[in-house]
Structure formats: structure tokens, C-alpha cells
């Protein structure tokens, strides 16, 4: 059993940076891929980012491709969520995931991570 908890999530400017933290309890964290995901009003959940369990593979949505970076410590429990130059469209509820399954398997597909977060707000005023 994994519990997830994200933090950092909050109201900025656009063109303001934010770093989300998704703190994982659990002595298997470092098993897990994990994700992170949105969810604006209205819109279905979409992927945005996510990395394998050693770090060696990070993949992102096209949207936030250069702007977004996604990292790791499993020393700590923990996975970033690094966002620059935000965008209004960026504004949503921000999820982490963690998944078992083979990375490559399961990387950007919502229905196959196994645990979430109970999610952080993240709004970008223009």
C-alpha cells in the first residue's frame, strides 16, 4: 500500500514557476513509476508527466514539454513536479500516481497507475 500526498500547488502569475512535491509513504516507493496528471473543470484528466523508478526515464505531454521537469528522490519518498514560464491553460488540479507496472507499459495512461494523491490546486492569473 502506497499513500500519496502532493503539496505546492498554489496562485501565480503567468510566466511564474511552481514546484510540486508528492511525498509517498511505503518502504517500495523506489519500485514505482510515477506520474504526474491534471485535471482542469470540466476537461477529463490528462497525462503531463512522468518518470520511471530509477529516474533513468522521464516523458512529458507536449504541452508542457520544456517548461516542465519531473524528478525523483527516492531516498526522501519524493517526486517533483518543477513548472516554469505557467500558462492560465495550466491551471488545474495536479495529481501524483504511482504505478507497478512496467514503465513503458503504463507511463501516460491514467487507468494503470495503482495509487493517487488526493490532488493540489494550481492557478495561473494572467
Known amino acids: 500500500q502506497v499513500q500519496l500526498v502532493e503539496s505546492g500547488g498554489g496562485l501565480v502569475q503567468a510566466g511564474g514557476s511552481l514546484r510540486l512535491s508528492c511525498a509517498a509513504s511505503?518502504?517500495?516507493?523506489?519500485?514505482?513509476?510515477m506520474g504526474w496528471f491534471r485535471q482542469a473543470p470540466g476537461k477529463e484528466r490528462e497525462f503531463v508527466a512522468a518518470?520511471?523508478?530509477?529516474?533513468?526515464?522521464?516523458d512529458y505531454a507536449d504541452s508542457v514539454k520544456g517548461r516542465f521537469t519531473i524528478s525523483r528522490d527516492n531516498a526522501k519518498n519524493t517526486v517533483y513536479l518543477q513548472m516554469n514560464s505557467l500558462k492560465p491553460e495550466d491551471t488545474a488540479v495536479y495529481y501524483c500516481a504511482a504505478g507497478s507496472a512496467p514503465y513503458t507499459v503504463i507511463y501516460l495512461r491514467a487507468r494503470a497507475y495503482d495509487y493517487w494523491g488526493q490532488g493540489t490546486q494550481v492557478t495561473i492569473s494572467s
Open positions: 511505503g518502504r517500495t516507493f523506489s519500485s514505482y513509476a
Open positions: 518518470i520511471s523508478w530509477s529516474g533513468g526515464n522521464t
